[in-house]
Every structure is written in C-alpha cells, then in structure tokens.
C-alpha cells in the first residue's frame, strides 16, 4: 500500500518560511507519487482542515488560510511532495499531515496519511 514519511516541521517565528516534505512510497499501476496528494493540518479540539492538493495533472488547490503563502508540488524523481510556506503566522501552528488519494483527479477521499510533522509559529 506504500508509505507516507513526513520531514520538515520544527518551530520558526512568525513571518518564517518552512518547507515540509512527505516521501511518498509504492506503487500500483503508477507510482503513488503521481497520484493525488494533498497537505493537512490539524490542531487539537479543530477540525481537519485542507491545506492544499495537488493532482496527477498538477492541478492545485488551496486554502484560501494560506493561499499566496503556501505552494505545494512534487518531485517524482524524489518521489517526495513539499509544502513551502512564507510568512508563517501563529494560526499556522499544527500537525501537518500529507495524504494520498486516488491516481488522477483529487476527491475528498484520503485513504492513506502518514504521521505527521509539527509546525510552531511563535509571535
């Protein structure tokens, strides 16, 4: 079913940047790299909130919490996804999940997370 190793997090002030990375493994038809992943993060007593996906035909998508501030992309050689993001902020700060959906266009479906990786902001 493959893997999902998320690196990166760590705590910056606010205005920083950080990239996260996610090593994704495996293979069915395709490598899981190419198919539909997306960025999450979730903060104690909140919901799950979407930070942004990226699909098979690079087709993006954002929160609008951090759209201007974040850019997620892949490197299939690396078969790894990134998240960068500038100018963090203090609501920012959470657990930052990547996640693999379905080989082509993304659903709200993400059977397959990894573990995740923290992200502090402090003022």
């Known amino acids: 079913q493959g893997q999902l190793v998320e690196s990166g997090g760590g705590s910056v002030q606010t205005g920083g940047s950080l990239t996260l990375s996610c090593e994704v493994s495996?293979?069915?038809?395709?490598?899981?790299?190419?198919?539909?992943l997306g960025w999450f993060r979730q903060t104690p007593g909140k919901e799950r909130e979407t930070v942004a996906t990226i699909d098979t035909f690079d087709k993006t998508v954002y929160a609008d919490s951090v759209k201007g501030r974040a850019t997620i992309y892949k490197d299939i050689a690396k078969n790894t996804l990134y998240l960068e993001m500038n100018n963090l902020k203090p609501e920012d700060t959470a657990m930052y999940y990547c996640?693999?959906?379905?080989?082509?266009?993304?659903?709200?479906?993400?059977?397959?997370w990894g573990q995740g990786t923290q992200v502090t902001v402090s003022s």
């Open positions: 495996g293979s069915s038809e395709y490598t899981y790299i190419r198919y539909c």
């Open positions: 996640a693999r959906g379905q080989w082509g266009y993304c659903s709200e479906t993400f059977p397959h």
